[in-house]
């Protein structure tokens, strides 16, 4: 599901099974690949999203991973996606302009495989649903939670922060990630304001967006990114070590910066996104 890096010595692995090997790009969560499996740890919502990726399956969905049980240790097992993640620093394939229109076209799909399951009303996910309730959003779709074959995206991983909400939740997020709609200081982004416009405008149509789910969706990407600002707080105040240090290292800052760019720019984004 991401791509492997060493795997740590001495660790250990049943010997009917092949070695474990830590994959990059887990974010706080140790994610490990044996053979053609993937195990991560059970959190308290994971139950929940087992069923979404059972639904999604059900939902004719192809592009998540098939969750298969437990393992010995008591694990979540999942099947390995093939392709590979689009990590930071991206990748000139990842960058294309193929990639983003299929990310756009990908989400979509996505979306309409969860909308029966949306209509559920069921508690149990990580985060409390957004209202409207239209599908389950992913809630941190993004091209290092995308598998890429070449500059297609082709499969989502990571569906922790998966929430029932209104499709504007997942696509402000996949705007600031894709586009991005991000200040020309962060390293993570890349183009002029303009160009973030023209890329903006290829995600939303290949996902096949109204006028109106356009404008929402760009009118939602700074409300987007305060919220994560605010959870990663909380989490820090509650004493969550991991959103502690990135505080400390500037990340919620330099969210905060790109909220500033985006507020700056919204008014003459939103021309190019209605009109043309």
Same mark, same amino acid.
């Given at each position: 599901?991401?791509?492997?890096?060493?795997?740590?010595?001495?660790?250990?692995?049943?010997?009917?099974?092949?070695?474990?090997?830590?994959?990059?790009?887990?974010?706080? /969560?140790?994610?490990?690949? %044996?053979?053609?499996?993937?195990?991560?740890?059970?959190?308290?919502? #994971?139950?929940?999203?087992?069923?979404? =990726?059972?639904?999604?399956?059900?939902? *004719?969905?192809?592009?998540?991973?098939?969750? &298969?049980?437990?393992?010995?240790?008591?694990?979540? /097992? &999942?099947?390995?996606?093939?392709?590979?993640?689009?990590?930071?620093? &991206? #990748?000139?394939?990842?960058?294309?302009?193929?990639?983003?229109?299929?990310?756009?076209?990908? =989400?979509?799909?996505?979306?309409?495989?969860?909308?029966?399951?949306?209509?559920?009303? @069921?508690?149990?996910?990580?985060?409390?649903?957004?209202?409207?309730?239209?599908?389950?959003?992913?809630?941190?779709?993004?091209?290092?939670?995308?598998?890429? +074959?070449?500059? +297609?995206? +082709?499969?989502?991983?990571?569906?922790?922060?998966?929430?029932? *909400?209104?499709?504007?939740?997942? @696509?402000?997020?996949? @705007?600031?990630?894709?586009?991005?709609? +991000?200040? #020309?200081?962060?390293?993570?982004?890349?183009?002029?304001?303009?160009?973030?416009?023209?890329? $903006?405008? &290829?995600?939303?149509?290949?996902?096949?967006?109204?006028?109106?789910?356009? %404008?929402?969706?760009?009118?939602?990407?700074?409300?987007?990114?305060?919220?994560?600002?605010?959870?990663?707080?909380?989490?820090?105040?509650?004493?969550?070590?991991?959103?502690?240090?990135? %505080? $400390?290292? *500037? !990340?919620?800052? @330099?969210? =905060?910066?790109?909220?500033? !760019? %985006?507020?700056?720019?919204?008014?003459?984004?939103?021309?190019?996104?209605?009109?043309?």
């Amino acid at each position: 599901m991401t791509d492997p890096v060493d795997q740590a010595p001495g660790s250990s692995h049943p010997t009917d099974e092949p070695p474990e090997t830590e994959l990059a790009g887990g974010g706080m /969560t140790v994610v490990v690949r %044996i053979g053609d499996t993937v195990r991560r740890p059970v959190r308290s919502w #994971s139950a929940s999203v087992h069923l979404l =990726l059972d639904r999604l399956r059900t939902a *004719g969905f192809t592009g998540a991973p098939r969750f &298969l049980g437990f393992d010995e240790r008591g694990r979540e /097992t &999942l099947d390995h996606l093939d392709g590979h993640v689009g990590n930071y620093p &991206l #990748s000139a394939e990842v960058r294309s302009e193929h990639a983003l229109s299929s990310a756009g076209r990908l =989400l979509r799909a996505y979306h309409d495989a969860t909308t029966e399951l949306a209509a559920e009303d @069921l508690a149990g996910w990580q985060f409390a649903a957004l209202y409207p309730v239209e599908v389950i959003c992913h809630g941190d779709f993004a091209p290092y939670n995308c598998v890429f +074959t070449g500059e +297609t995206a +082709t499969g989502i991983i990571d569906f922790d922060g998966a929430r029932p *909400g209104p499709r504007a939740w997942d @696509l402000a997020y996949a @705007l600031y990630r894709f586009a991005p709609l +991000t200040r #020309s200081a962060n390293t993570d982004g890349f183009g002029k304001a303009e160009e973030q416009a023209h890329r $903006a405008r &290829l995600f939303l149509d290949a996902y096949g967006c109204t006028r109106n789910q356009r %404008i929402a969706a760009l009118n939602a990407v700074a409300v987007r990114l305060q919220s994560l600002v605010e959870f990663m707080r909380r989490s820090a105040a509650d004493g969550d070590e991991n959103f502690a240090r990135h %505080i $400390a290292d *500037g !990340h919620a800052d @330099l969210y =905060l910066r790109d909220i500033d !760019h %985006i507020k700056a720019n919204t008014a003459t984004w939103q021309k190019y996104i209605a009109n043309h």
